[in-house]
Nanobody, 114 residues
Framework: VQLQASGGGLVQAGGSLRLSCEASGNIDTINRLGWYRQAPRKQRELVANINSGGTTNYADSVKGRFTISRGNAKNTVYVQMNSLKPEDTAVYYC?????????WGTGTLVTVSS
């Protein structure tokens, strides 16, 4: 199973980015997809996730600014990030949870300048 994330980059505070992640390979039933992030010298933290029923969950720090969604192909996940802040700067990792386990993407860097 491979996860390819894309969409990171450099943006000014107040700007927007959309991250994408596509899973491929021998994928079992996907129960949950989502994003974590890790800023320099900080622990990895949950950004948002979405389960197979469409229920979403967000970190308090991104509520109202980020929107997670699942693609029609069901093996893709997106996060629309609006009103970005410098503290959103981090490497963003996508993941999928299946019956066989959790799989991670390699990460995409988001840098928000002030």
């Amino acid at each position: 199973v491979q996860l390819q994330a894309s969409g990171g980059g450099l943006v000014q505070a107040g700007g927007s980015l959309r991250l994408s992640c596509e899973a491929s390979g021998n994928i079992d039933t996907i129960n949950r997809l989502g994003w974590y992030r890790q800023a320099p010298r900080k622990q990895r933290e949950l950004v948002a996730n979405i389960n197979s029923g469409g229920t979403t969950n967000y970190a308090d720090s991104v509520k109202g600014r980020f929107t997670i969604s699942r693609g029609n192909a069901k093996n893709t996940v997106y996060v629309q990030m609006n009103s970005l802040k410098p503290e959103d700067t981090a490497v963003y990792y996508c993941y999928i949870g299946t019956r066989r386990g959790v799989y991670w993407g390699t990460g995409t860097l988001v840098t928000v300048s002030s």
